[in-house]
């Protein structure tokens, strides 16, 4: 049995707090189970009525007969925990708690919902909400909700299970998607999420074996690293987890932290942390419906290169636009496709890629389903795009069994864009549904939708090929206390992990800086050390390309001493004296993401960073393969190749050294409150990379 | 009478080539027109026939008898100069060709259009097509077409009018917008446009009152200019024109050059020319609906403060994220408007912005309707969207009275998100249809559809504020010949234009460089001096920071020596002396567009340009404020605002510049094959820039 599978499936349903009155929300469940074809017991609670709607209603849960998985809580916040406490000794194991009047609403509120958390631990009873609008499973007719989508009693069940924050409008996208074919098995409004969570559910709807896609939208979550695995978990067994994530604009992320208690961390880390673990993002309704459908087919391209087959030629450029946008490419074919589609296809047509059929192919239909299977057999094709236009008639269902041969015999995914009115072609979108082949009304949609099919199956691959991170534990002991550590300790840090860094010598206050540093090539630079003084430039404690070791001797002196007079305060150790190093300057540096935890951001350095915000993030740990996807992200990424006839940089080294910096993060995670290396040099390919500093914050 | 109205509005339509099959070419407009409720004479043409579907069959043109303005021929590609001759002795002032067989099918359909054009001369014909399916006024059922389209008899009739030049693909667009409720008045398939083309449909659109906004998908035109009149005049009469352009990825560009003639330029610049002429972009089917509802309703807003209402919090914050992303700012409340909300809405609702009235609202519907006068109303909201997520039934009636009224009372535009089963909220429905309301689906399409509103309204403000730019011609003549010009000569075109270059010296072969260079301040810069070397760092022309007059004497010496090497066929008069100028290097430069003509391009220096590709553009000639959008654009645009305590730069300076370049590319359009001024520096704030190098290239 998967993860909550009597809370979805419950044998019987109790209501507490039942209402006559079937608009209240103790009345519309009641009318709901009774109604709409749930084949389990529904045992209306509330003492004042011996019958609601036909049903026997009881005066409390203790008297309920029979078997009940689910009790569904209508009564006012104060008067929960007692009926949780009720629940419990009646071994209900699921509760829907459909009240507000929790954290959400004060301080009180949240006192309240301490409460209930501690008669769930006691009682092991496991809860959705409080504060939400309920439970819906379509697929057996059980409605544990009220409001405008326990009106709607004849909603389509099918294979996509979505959860959501925000009731009203989640019931809202589910009934929007509703009225465009989408069938749902599982709706579930989380309300506070007290007890059961987004990834919870999500997790549940990957095990349940009839969901063919986990759908979420979230204002946020408290824990990142649980919403990665169960996309992980995901993307492993083909089916797609999908989430819209919003309040993501500052006025949005405001509005969000009113509507509901629940975290909104930086936009851009979700969606690093997504690409990172395979989620699909979405950010429309539209979009989620053709996702839904494309998905649901249960296919998945090999490769990124897509065919397009269209009978007016301008709907083919438009998919072309948009799915190169999107990443795919549109291979030519191989000599024998091309000849074969020249026998069938008019001389005003077209049979390169996008193949245009022009609609007189639709007279000889026989010469459709040719080219159609040509196409999409020809190797060089992942998958396929037929754009009908708005084909209607027995014409429409000849080229709909022409698609669906060529889908099924040759296995590879195939989208339709298609834009005939149903009444004029029922039947040969029915033909189309059968078979599973997603239908979206235009060529746009269709090519977003082959890319994020493409896209999804890359990150599959790349997932197949991996073999389960193993960090060895580095063996490095960080000292005791607070605050800054001063570059040196920082560095060593850095170099435990295999991180290079800059050769350095340390000028004790009275050492001869020239003979310190014998050895190393001039120009050096020469910066004050202090765990004290963190921005070293600020207090005047950096000189660089020093050119011999009189000019050294000056710096060292004059350092100390601008040093001193900035901050009289600080201890002041010495002086790290280093060779100049060259290459291209990228800051990398550790956050601690409330959501998610130990964070690895980067971006090259100077305006880059701070003007352009090109900064790259993902969550810690991470191999070099997902540091390569990471920099492959940052918009000046062809900076790495080389600029103006310049040489390639180490990218594999920068790579390495960011995976590295990222077991660093995760193994001190509970001891790192900052941490930047700024500047890290990038060299010609070949030499490497090397940290020129480092600035190590403990908590 | 406006343009081409009797080519929409004909009095009588002969139709030659007339077939008794009403699925054929030259029989589908006859049973469209005989049928769908045309008013004026309809008249097949074919000596076969005595009598098609019921009406006379004419055997020649000649033989018409009674009004006729429109011929729609359908008769093979050989057979229609003749009968376009034979309409032009009719005195039939227009004619559409449906069939194919010019220049899109190789080269005697080329021969074959070029005798057209010419008939079209002689006769004074206007042509649609060919090659095209043909123009429609649905308000006057006015069907000369065929294919999928004379197969829909109801397509509501409406205010928009689009144009196209793929047939079938536009056609499929005009269906699925018509599905959603929008209501077409006129469409054209324009086909190979040998006559009239895209920019001229939209100026009749605009033209004609019963239109409110005028739609064109295109692959391109032949005339960029025409097309940006058009846009201006638009936005001037507060009519939109929007643009869907198509073929811009390379593979959908090299589709469309297989599809039809039409060039296809760089996108860049035609988003640039859009933006610049008030061009509304479309990119799909669902914004273009949107968008179509939205200007229909025919109010603007007066600046950028957008309000929302919801009933369910997170639709208005996925509303907020994307009104945000889209340029609106969701303005707080006037106190009085705050106070007057918490009086009606519940405490778990919200007051501020987005405002969540809380599906319990509508309980009270007088309280909604408070609600929504009151943030209407309020003096920092220009706009406002209503969310009304899935309610339906009487409550939604009330609703839609709420909303209408506040619309009607305010003058200011509303757009309403809603998503109830039309069957369950008609009234409703046709309460908001009826006051013309735009709805849209979901919360995250009323804020793109807002957005582009607000940013219409803001190109007209700007558009209103302006006078016709007046060019003073410049006073400056140009060489005879082909070819680059020296920098110096160069340099002299730029300063005709007042855009400030470096103050240069020559020193002429045998000079004394340190003499020529008295007065200048070291460091200086030295370039050779030849109107054969356009790229003098290549051949070891250009010595920089020559910090006293020994260093120069000896780079002056170096310079020729190294150009003669390099360039043993060069002329070279000397070399070129100037001050080193430091500031934020920029590269601006004149394109010869084949679309727009002389259009001016910028971008920062070195990576910008060369890794990011962050370069702006504008069709030449315009002003400094239209300069000022222009640098807006740039990803680097915070670059002119100081960088790491640096001063800003003078930004106003640099518009000048730009907007005196374009002057000059105008002026010259005649002459300059490619003028490059790189490197341009922008110094601090009131320093103004200074051209460092010019490179000018005549034609």
């Keep these: 049995m998967g993860a909550l599978e009597r809370l979805f499936q419950p044998r019987g349903v109790a209501i507490v707090g039942a209402s006559t009155d079937p608009v209240r929300v103790g009345g519309a469940p009641v009318k709901a189970l009774a109604d709409y074809g749930y084949a389990g017991q529904v045992y209306p609670v509330n003492p004042k009525y011996d019958e609601i709607h036909g049903l026997k209603c009881y005066a409390s849960v203790a008297d309920i007969a029979g078997p009940c998985d689910l009790a569904i809580i209508a009564v006012a916040a104060a008067a929960t ?18 009240s507000g009047g929790y954290r959400e609403s004060g301080k009180d509120g949240a006192t309240l919902e301490a409460e209930v958390r501690q008669v769930l631990a006691e009682t092991g009873i496991r809860m959705i909400g409080p504060n939400c609008q309920g439970v819906i499973n379509l697929t057996d007719r059980m409605y544990a909700t009220f409001g405008a989508i326990a009106a709607e009693p004849d909603m389509r069940a099918g294979r996509i299970a979505m959860s959501f924050q925000s009731g009203g409008f989640g019931f809202t996208i589910a009934l929007l998607c509703e009225q465009q074919g989408v069938g749902f098995r599982y709706l579930v409004s989380g309300g506070n999420e007290t007890d059961i969570k987004t990834p919870e559910l999500l997790d549940a709807f990957l095990d349940d074996s009839e969901t063919k896609v986990a759908f979420a939208m979230i204002e946020g979550v408290d824990d990142g690293r649980a919403l990665q695995r169960v996309g992980r978990r995901g993307l492993s067994i083909g089916k797609p987890v999908i989430v819209w994530k919003i309040g993501n604009s500052e006025t949005g992320a405001r509005a969000a932290a009113s509507h509901t208690a629940n975290m909104t961390g930086q936009y851009d880390i979700y969606q690093a942390a997504f690409r990172q673990a395979g989620i699909v993002e979405a950010r429309d309704v539209e979009q989620l419906q053709d996702l839904f459908f494309a998905f649901e087919a249960g296919r998945l391209p090999a490769g990124n290169r897509v065919a397009v087959i269209t009978i007016t030629g301008g709907s083919g450029i438009a998919f072309a636009d948009r799915a190169v946008e999107g990443g795919l490419d549109l291979p030519s074919f191989e000599p024998a496709t091309t000849e074969a589609l020249e026998k069938i296809i008019p001389v005003f047509g077209s049979t390169g890629n996008p193949v245009d059929t022009t609609a007189n192919l639709f007279n000889q239909v026989e010469n459709f389903t040719s080219a159609v299977s040509h196409v999409i057999n020809d190797p060089n094709v992942d998958q396929l795009a037929v754009l009908m236009a708005s084909v ?7 080229a709909a069994h022409a698609v669906v ?4 015999a040759s296995g590879k995914p195939v989208i339709v864009a298609w834009s005939a009115r149903r009444e004029r072609a029922s039947d040969a979108y029915k033909v189309l549904e059968d078979a599973g082949i997603p239908i979206v009304p235009t060529p746009v949609r269709a090519a977003d939708a082959a890319a994020t099919l493409s896209e999804f199956a890359a990150r599959q691959r790349r997932l197949a090929g991996k073999t389960e991170m193993t960090i060895t534990p580095v063996d490095v002991t960080l000292p005791d206390g607070l605050g800054a550590l001063d570059e040196v300790a920082g560095k060593a840090l850095l170099a435990a992990y295999d991180i290079p860094v800059t050769e350095d010598r340390i000028v004790h206050l009275g050492d001869d800086p020239a003979c310190i540093a014998e050895g190393l090539s001039y120009p050096l630079i020469a910066k004050v050390l202090s765990p004290d003084i963190t921005h070293k430039t600020d207090v005047g404690g950096v000189r660089a390309n020093l050119g011999d070791a009189e000019a050294l001797t000056e710096a060292v002196a004059e350092i100390v001493l601008a040093a001193r007079h900035a901050r009289p305060d600080a201890q002041i150790d010495g002086v790290i004296v280093s060779e100049m ?31 352009l915000r090109d900064i790259t993030y993902r969550i810690a740990p991470f191999d070099a393969d997902e540091a390569h996807a990471m920099l492959g992200e940052l918009r000046a990424r062809a900076l790495f190749d080389g600029v103006r006839g310049g040489p390639a940089l180490d990218v594999e080294a920068l790579a390495e050294a960011l995976s590295a910096l990222s077991r660093l993060a995760w193994d001190h995670r509970g001891r790192l409150a900052e941490l930047d290396v700024n500047p890290l040099f990038v060299r010609p390919k070949g030499q490497g990379i090397v940290a020129a500093d480092a600035l190590v914050v403990l908590k």
Tied chains: 1, 2.
Excluded at 392 to 398: I, K, R, V, Y
Excluded at 582 to 596: K, M, P, R, T, Y
């Design 392 to 398: 209607s008639g027995p014409t429409a269902e000849a």
């Design 581 to 611: 190093v060259s290459g291209a300057e990228v800051l990398a540096g550790v956050i601690n993401d409330a959501v998610f935890g130990p964070t690895i951001a980067v971006g090259l350095g100077g305006i880059f960073t701070e003007v």
């Design 405 to 408: 041969g060529a889908a099924e």
């Design 81 to 98: 925990p007692d009926v949780l406490r009720a629940c419990g000794e009646k071994k209900i194991p699921y509760a829907v708690v459909l």
